[in-house]
């Protein structure tokens, strides 16, 4: 068998080798930490959020409720989630379409939070020549203490990672104040320590790896990709060939292009790969090549560009569509969606009454004649204010609805279950029929309507 290229002693896989992402400036780069900033801003302060007296963001997995600002969603609107995500997938595959993958440079979380840990790198461990030093130098007591702060730093900001995801599930006050106290359950804490794990084992040790072997996107990108799609591309013909020279030569006159081989599109990538050998699966779209290139290219005044976001189309010097048959049909799905997901949020029924028949019998018969369906009455309130309910009976002449009370108060996020008894005259029902059970909010804000079968005996 045949080792693969590039592999060291004739190993079949050659041995991981670890990046080293020499730092950078730009305008890309600005972007990249005001998206940082603003993505893990929102994550790591928006439990905080105080909403109506209660947390803004929560989903409350054993009480069954989830909070979204001022709205209260149920296990009954799991179809809305269902909604939301296939518009977040169609999303993706519109701006891969448009703009390649911009989602894994600027807004991926696996991005986001291996940026910080590479800060927190630099914080102790220095420059890229620095740390690749360090690496290579024997155990002193300085590499101890600088190793020991970088991991330090990685742990506490991990463990504050996973107490942070925690807290959108568990009231995040409360969940303070039990690990604080050490009242806190065993599954708090284990779910801690799990996310704060995945986060150091992601974003610390693996970085680069799960971009080029764990997430599936690079794999199918491929099929969004057309040459008119934005991407990061190296500017062969004006280039090559390249080689390195004084600022003060004409290149032409040695044959050369503008690339001075340099290598520090190279050092900056945060995947370790050459951009110049073409579009990569690897390849994250972060910009950085942009930025060191850029720079490298003011230096020798030449024009910025050598590596730029274009098309394929366009470094072809052919003609560049935006608008095509792929993005427009995107594009007419994605606000179909968005419109009809926006009328479903808007029209949903903020009371929902759930209506389950008596098992025990299909019917009674009271002692002066009348027949006596009896239901059980489970009254969902997904408004945050509370709504006081009665009831009555259509498609069912003379019917009378007996509940425990005349009506309910069901507060804001409650569910209340009612007993209710439906009674007709004997007679004036034969064998069964569809009902309609009505709830009008006293206030006349909730108009809500359900479906029942009343049995009643055959031919009396």
Partial sequence: ????????????????????????TGRYNRLRVLSV?????????????????RQAL?????????????????????????????????????????AGRLWCGY?????????????????????RQQQMKLDQA??????VLRKS???????????????????????????????VSGAAGGWAIFWCAFYGFATYGNAGFMREQVCKYMC???????????????????????????????????????????????TLCVQVCPTGIDIRKGLQLECIACAACIDACDAVMDKMQYPRGLIRYSTQHAMDKEPTRVVRPRTVIYAILLLVLVAGFATAVAQRRLVQVDVLRDRN?????????????????????????????????ENLPGAIIDADRSEYAVGGGEVVSVVARIRVQAGSVSGGRDVIIVANSLDGAIHTTTKARFIAPVGR
């Fill in 216 to 262: 599936p996107y690079a794999r199918f990108q491929g099929a969004m990709f057309d040459n008119d799609t934005l991407i990061i591309s190296y500017d062969e013909e004006r280039g090559e060939p390249r080689g390195s020279r004084s600022r003060t030569v004409d290149p032409r006159s040695k044959g050369l292009g503008d690339c001075t081989d340099c």
């Fill in 361 to 393: 019998s299909l019917f009674r018969e009271t002692a002066d004649g009348s027949v006596e369906n009896v239901y059980t009455l489970r009254l969902i309130n997904k408004d945050t204010r509370a709504h006081r309910l009665h009831f009555t009976v």
């Fill in 107 to 127: 807004a991926c979380p696996q991005t986001a939070w291996t940026q910080v840990f590479v800060w927190m790198e630099r914080w102790t461990e220095g420059t």
């Fill in 37 to 53: 900033f603003a993505l893990l801003g929102f994550f790591y302060g928006m439990p905080w959020v105080q909403w109506e007296g």
């Fill in 149 to 179: 702060a970088k991991q330090a730093l990685w742990i506490g900001f991990s463990a504050f990672t996973g107490y942070t995801f925690v807290g959108y599930f568990t009231p995040i006050h409360s969940l303070s104040s039990d690990l």
């Fill in 138 to 143: 024997s155990w002193t007591a300085n590499k």
């Fill in 1 to 24: 068998m045949n080792a693969v290229a590039g592999s060291d002693d004739g190993k079949l896989y050659a041995a991981h080798a670890k990046v080293y992402p020499r730092e950078v």
């Fill in 58 to 98: 929560l989903f409350d997995l054993p009480a069954r409720k989830f909070y979204v600002l001022g709205l209260t969603f149920f296990p009954q609107d799991f179809f809305l989630l269902t909604w939301l995500l296939i518009i977040c997938a169609l999303s993706l595959f519109f701006f891969t379409a448009l």
